[in-house]
């Protein structure tokens, strides 16, 4: 029987799961303890507690830790395990997971819930489509680039009395009416909320940094449209350092041999003719420009470009070390 558990998840998780299922999939989902017999190793038995729900139709059982009870290949392997077991899908369930062991749970193919934060049953995708033709939810894709740099001007906290769209473009070199739409794309997916006061209009946002962080993170996109390799020297160019050369200086990963500095994609012809820049490619240059969706300067006045625009460009990079470094910039943030 799976009734003796020694992990330590308490009986709130399972009303957690429920709940954001039921706010996620828009349906009835209920889950329950599994008390049946099932013939799995005794080391899961000690490591999961096991739960069972019916999820559009379908019998799913939820193998759920507390917390780092695995690595994502063994969290694999184990899932591999209960589903000879039984006939159901087995979903991967913990309360919080880092976003590293989220993309190798993607990669890997595992599917897994985390209450509040993200779903994935590559299992039940076709019966999922289906199931929302109906309805059809307002969270886009991704953010608009304005949107995400909205969101990383309050995350950053430069400036936290800014909350117009005429105080933030001032900031971000966007302007009033662009920022009126990204507030427009934040409210959209649920991160923030806005009130008309007098004849301005304010932003607040719907959670703490931390929460809302977690929230944002499968929408955020990089912002790097594109890669210019280039002959000569880029260090009289008073550019923001970018890439991994930006990755290398805010943490431990070791620094490319070539440098890379970033400018928005708007302002990259008029630097080429200004500067008489000679491209090179990318076997053969000196240093690397990245032309970005948004202004790296309206996020950073350093010599680096923010974090949290490096956190999104490199938070799935196919590299470990990389995706790894990625996470360390948000465990640093104060």
């Known amino acids: 029987m799976l009734a003796n558990y020694s992990n330590p998840l308490d009986e709130s998780f399972a009303k957690d799961l429920e709940r954001y299922l039921k706010e996620t999939l828009h349906s009835n989902v209920s889950v329950v303890d599994n008390h049946r017999q099932i013939s799995v190793p005794t080391f899961l038995e000690r490591s999961y507690r096991f739960y069972e729900a019916q999820i559009i139709g379908r019998r799913c059982i939820l193998i759920a830790a507390s917390e780092n009870v695995a ?19 087995v979903i991967f369930a913990a309360p919080t997971l880092s976003a590293h062991n989220r993309s190798r749970l993607l990669a890997l193919g595992v599917a897994f819930v985390v209450p509040g934060n993200q779903l994935y049953i590559p299992e039940l995708a076709m019966d999922l489509r289906e199931h929302f033709r109906a309805f059809k939810p307002q969270a886009a894709e991704g953010l608009s680039p304005a949107a995400q740099a909205v969101l990383f001007h309050y995350l950053l906290r430069l400036d936290q009395l800014a909350t117009t769209p005429s105080e933030i ?7 009033p009416m662009t920022i009126g739409r990204a507030f427009d794309d934040l409210v959209s997916v649920g991160l923030a909320k806005t009130k008309k006061l007098g ?4 932003i607040y946002f719907v959670d703490e940094m931390g929460h809302l962080m977690d929230l944002a993170r499968p929408m955020l996109r990089s912002p790097v449209r594109s890669v210019k390799y280039l002959c000569g020297s880029g260090e009289k160019l008073g550019l923001k350092r970018a890439g991994e050369t930006a990755l290398a200086r805010l943490t431990d990963l070791s620094p490319p041999r070539q440098e890379t500095f970033a400018v928005p994609a708007s302002d990259w012809k008029a630097i080429v003719r200004t500067l008489d820049l000679v491209e090179g490619n990318e076997f053969e240059y000196n240093f690397a420009i990245e032309t970005w969706s948004y202004d790296p300067a309206g996020l950073s006045s350093g010599p680096i470009v923010d974090p949290l625009s490096l956190y999104a460009q490199f938070k799935d990079h196919q590299d470990e070390r990389v995706s790894m470094a990625a996470d360390s910039l948000l465990r640093n943030m104060p």
């Open 169 to 175: 473009a001032e900031r971000l070199h966007y302007s």
């Open 71 to 89: 690595t994502p290949m063994n969290i694999s392997k184990h899932v591999s395990l209960v589903r000879s077991a039984v006939d159901a899908i």
């Open 199 to 202: 004849k301005e209009r304010h």
